[in-house]
């Protein structure tokens, strides 16, 4: 998944999708993130909808905001 995973994961739903590869995101506990998508997985041009379930790496810097770095099937 992640190369550096020291930083904490959450699972959270796809609510919105903004430009440039940006989402908002609800995690389990109601809370909203603005999400990017991780490299890799631009690469691999994964498409994300809202409604899909991803995995997110939370910034330990800015509680507002994460990266998308898994989407459950």
Not at 28 to 33: F, M, S, T, V
Not at 34 to 61: F, I, S
Request: net charge positive; charged share 25%.
């Amino acid at each position: 998944m992640s190369i550096n995973s020291s930083q904490p994961q959450v699972e959270g739903k796809i609510m919105e999708n903004l430009p440039n590869t940006t989402f908002r995101v609800q995690l389990g506990d109601g809370q909203i993130l603005l999400c990017h998508l991780a490299g890799k997985m631009r690469l691999r041009w994964v498409r994300l909808l809202p409604g899909d379930r991803v995995q997110v790496e939370t910034n330990p810097y800015d509680a507002t905001r994460g990266r998308i770095v898994f989407k459950f099937k």
